[in-house]
């Protein structure tokens, strides 16, 4: 017997979710830690470092921070567990890690330097290291159970994943040893003359200089950088952690889902399963559906015939010329009926092939219903994914 979704992630210490931007992949990593939230007794954290800031809408929360809330369950009958959200904010992380990495002078000088400013509330490449700040923070905390991380989208997860190697890459790059040198020793002053010579006519000398003395301060933070960089990678590539790939039924984002899940594969990285979002139903293709939909076609004209005889027949006192156009106003909401039934059948019939090339065994494959107006309710939400266990 295939194991269900829910029984392989109630498990797990982190589950990154992971897919193409606009397939609702911060909806499903919330519906995903609310319905572990309610059937198991855990503390979860839903935690998003997608720059869109579509979670705390998704909970029915008015905003969210890097500090997790928790989210009230009380509506919920019957819950175990306990639910709490946060979403990092780029300048607030970026000063926590230099409250915690660099001594107290070095803290003065980063905060107010104009580099550091700008990187730190503007660089939205940034993310990607950030990300790995913030859940090396919250992971080492201990206060959960459960972290569901609402990556960015696909290829931007990739540098996720990688940005921990990356961080170390660039602590030993060439091009930081140069930022830093000509402050770190006189004895290369001089060598550095000519090329800063012609850096200052481009740049300017104090941007040079604000840079060169961010690098170096920035440079002071490599231990404790590297030690969050490595403990989070060594999380990403343990047993406790898991990967769950979210797309639509349609061609650019499954073939990002197929691209990521490659790529989890080539890393020897789990998958613990596909979600495939705003599903249209599996009756669309029902036998009996399609042969009324064919009747209708065939004998439209005596339906509408039929109809406007029994409309005219209870209201008597219908006016002659509404009594004319009724025909011709039936026959167009009839027709527009069996269009939009066939369009979503061939619709559906896509959907099954693009859901065939994902790369997964069909016993892995989510398929969650397209909803119709709001689900930022928290009913709503838990509906989305109640068929993991």
């Known amino acids: 017997m295939t ?79 306990r639910l709490y959200a946060a979403m990092v904010d780029m300048k607030e992380s970026w000063d926590q890690i230099v409250q915690s990495c660099a001594d107290s002078d070095a803290q003065e000088r980063i905060f107010a330097n104009p580099i550091y400013q700008n990187i730190s509330s503007q660089f939205v490449q940034s993310h990607d290291y950030i990300a790995v700040e913030v859940l090396y923070d919250l992971y080492g905390r201990g206060d959960f ?149 064919q009747k209708l076609d065939d004998s439209q004209n005596v339906l509408v015939a039929e109809l406007t005889g029994r409309y005219l027949k209870e209201n008597p006192a219908i006016d002659d010329d509404l009594g004319r156009r009724l025909s011709p106003i039936f026959n167009r909401v009839l027709s527009e009926v069996n269009s939009n039934y066939l369009g979503l059948a061939e619709l559906y019939s896509s959907e099954i092939a693009y859901k065939s090339k994902i790369g997964v065994d069909s016993a892995e494959i989510i398929e969650v219903a397209q909803e119709r107006g709001d689900i930022s309710s928290l009913p709503n939400l838990l509906k989305m994914l109640n068929n993991i266990w």
Request: some cysteine; aromatic content about 8%.
């Open 145 to 293: 159970d459960l972290i569901v991380v609402d990556t960015p989208p696909s290829r931007n997860a990739i540098d996720f994943l990688d940005a921990p190697k990356r961080m170390e890459e660039f602590f030993s790059s060439k091009l930081l040893r140069w930022l830093t040198m000509p402050y770190r020793s006189k004895v290369f002053v001089s060598a550095f003359k000519p090329f800063n010579a012609v850096a200052e006519k481009i740049l300017g000398s104090a941007f040079l200089a604000e840079l060169g003395e961010f690098f170096v301060d920035f440079q002071s933070m490599q231990d404790g950088f590297l030690e969050r960089a490595r403990t989070v990678s060594k999380l990403i590539n343990s047993d406790q952690a898991t990967f769950i790939v979210i797309s639509t039924a349609s061609e650019a984002p499954i073939n990002e889902a197929s691209f990521f899940i490659t790529e989890l594969f080539e890393r020897n990285l789990p998958l613990a399963g596909v979600v495939i979002n705003r599903c249209l139903p599996q009756n669309l293709l029902d036998r009996e559906v399609a042969s009324s939909a």
């Open 3 to 81: 194991e269900s979704l829910g029984s392989k992630l109630k498990e797990k210490s982190v589950i990154f979710c992971a897919g193409a931007g606009g397939v609702g992949k911060t909806t499903i990593s919330a519906s995903l830690a609310l319905t572990l939230a309610v059937h198991e007794n855990k503390s979860v954290l839903v935690i998003t470092v997608d720059p869109a800031k579509r979670l705390a809408g998704a909970l029915g929360l008015s905003e969210l921070g890097n500090e997790p809330i928790e989210v009230d369950l009380s509506g919920i009958e019957g819950h175990k567990g």
